[in-house]
């Protein structure tokens, strides 16, 4: 694909205090939302968004209590 991998736009998990159990999942088929190494600070880190709209990512900084994708290298 157009980033040398194959993307699965898997979402995200974020908090949600309005929702009964506190987190909702969201973005399911339309971003592929993936942590990166890089670490900001002790509560937030960096995540690289592959949006399936467009063919593009994005960087942002975000909170390390939501969930999203890991991706996993044989060494």
């Known amino acids: 694909d157009t980033w040398g991998f194959r993307v699965l736009a898997g979402g995200q998990v974020v908090q949600n205090t309005s929702y009964p159990y ?15 190494a890089t670490e900001f600070s002790a509560t937030k880190a960096y995540i690289r968004n592959f949006l399936q709209t467009g063919n593009h990512s994005t960087r942002a900084l975000w909170p390390k209590s939501e969930g999203y994708s890991v991706r996993c290298l044989k060494d």
């Open 22 to 36: 506190g987190y909702i999942y969201r973005a399911f088929g339309t971003n592929g939302m993936f942590w990166t």
